[in-house]
């Protein structure tokens, strides 16, 4: 079965470029997470879809972050633009709710580096 | 609003000896408790949580936590570490909030020497 899939696994851009980071949730899943990871801050949760509809976006620092969920299995996180500051590890999540409890299934996370 | 703390960044201990990796937690409601673990270069890994019964919950690799609802605690155990076991390993909270939400400690970097 496959897991949480996320593209690409390394990028490097240049501050001012469109950053495009994809994900493919767990078949059946009805929940996603997009987190953050840097040394600095540790693991931040920055939005969490149920069901394709955002639920909680309090965690995305700025308005050149947005992330959408057309359907059950492909969001994307988009940073328009990106800035040094934004070099970090992003991980996809995803998760069957409910009385399952919630287990929380990681991508191997995409690894951008703005210059 | 949740919250969860690790108070320590880094936690060392003797191969054969038992460790405890520390977690405190603040939610409203009933709180679903995990703990995930990381290696170098990859994604978090699920090890056990609780959801409600036994106190004491078993995992995977050999680790258990116990859930103390009057410490608000879930600190994570193994009776004998191995060498394998050093990573980085994160507490985590899941709880309703018009959906399950779920955030992150800063997480504990162990190390188990030889």
């Known amino acids: 079965d496959a897991g949480v899939i996320q593209s690409p696994r390394h990028e490097v851009t240049e501050m001012g470029q469109e950053v495009t980071l994809r994900c493919k949730p767990i078949?059946?899943?009805?929940?996603l997470f997009w987190y953050r990871q840097t040394m600095m801050r540790g693991l931040e949760l920055l939005i969490y879809?149920?069901?394709?509809?955002?639920?909680?976006d309090s965690g995305m620092p700025e308005d050149r972050f947005s992330a959408k969920m057309p359907n059950a299995s492909f969001s994307t996180l988009k940073i328009q633009p990106s800035e040094p500051r934004d070099s970090a590890v992003y991980f996809c999540?995803?998760?069957?709710?409910?009385?399952?409890?919630?287990?929380?299934?990681f991508g191997e996370g995409s690894w951008l580096t703005v210059v | 609003a949740q919250s969860v703390a690790q108070p320590e960044d880094q936690v060392n201990v003797a191969e054969g000896n038992p460790l405890t990796v520390k977690c405190t937690y603040s939610?409203?409601?009933?709180?679903?408790l995990f703990w995930y673990v990381q290696y170098p270069n990859r994604g978090l890994q699920f090890l056990l949580k609780y959801i409600t019964g036994d106190n004491l919950v078993k995992g995977s690799y050999g680790f258990e936590a116990e859930f103390n609802k009057s410490q608000t605690s879930f600190h994570l155990k193994k009776p004998s570490a191995l060498v394998s076991d050093s990573a980085l390993y994160f507490c985590a909270v899941s709880a309703w909030t018009g959906g399950f939400k779920t955030i992150f400690g800063a997480g504990t970097r162990l190390f188990v020497k030889a």
């Open positions: 939610v409203s409601g009933n709180p679903y």
């Open positions: 999540a995803s998760s069957l709710g409910g009385i399952s409890g919630n287990t929380i299934y």
């Open positions: 879809f149920n069901n394709n509809v955002p639920i909680d």
């Open positions: 078949s059946g899943h009805d929940y």
